[in-house]
């Protein structure tokens, strides 16, 4: 057995391919990380090298004490992830104070784990907390309808959220909980991650103004297929707005209310207003 036939570092590896084949990620354009099993971490040890010094992690997660990640590198390419996993990836454990982190397999020829490496470390911690220890998935890309529609509508949870409901009917199942929104702000730091983090207490997905998305889930795939989900929903939502300036006739909110019994799910009242 090689580490790259280990089941999570094919998943790993098989995303970051799906989404480069999905056009979400132009040269190093997003980045992925996943929260290793404590039995996962035991199959791929045998291939860690040797100890590498700590490093600032750039934010303190104390939630994630002692976790192990699998994330992509700053400056990588998802273009290229697939070709050399050992060159684009990195494996990485954080201290027991949530402060530091450091490299156990990866980056071979150099590099260090994507400059967004706060947000994924402190959505992770947010979602480990609310989700009870479920979510493992961090995915954060650069998907163009979805970043167009940032300019166009207004920046509000609410908006996003009932707007690209509208556009299929199996989205307020998918996303029952709705969508957050971040104003611009200046990437790769402490600042957008603390904002992001604090609507994922709420939400699975945080869009970024001009920028992209994040999603947060369980599975490679239920992560992937909710950034697949928001993403087609608006692009149905620009091809619409681009044939039309008003829908003739759309999903109601007492539509969605019917939904919701049928589906069983909850969906918040806020986003059921009237227009
Ligand atoms: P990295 O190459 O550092 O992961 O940055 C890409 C990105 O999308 C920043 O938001
Ligand atoms: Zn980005």
Redesign the pocket.
Known sequence: MEILQVPFVQGFIRMCQDGWEQNWHERN???LSYRIKPEEVEAVRPYFGAEQPWQPIGTSVPGLAGEYFMVTGSGKFFRNASIDPADTTCILEVDEAGEEYRIWWGLENGGRPTS?LPSHLMNHEVKKAVSGGKHRVIY?A?PANTIALTFVLPLKDEVFTRELWEMATECPVVFPDGIGVVDWMV?GGRAIAVKTSRLMKEYDVAI?AH??MFCSGETFDLTFGLMHTVEKAAEILVKVLSMAPQKRQTITPQNFRDLAVDFQVTLPEKFLYEK
């Open positions: 354009g997003g980045n967004e954060h650069h990437p970024w920028h992209g």
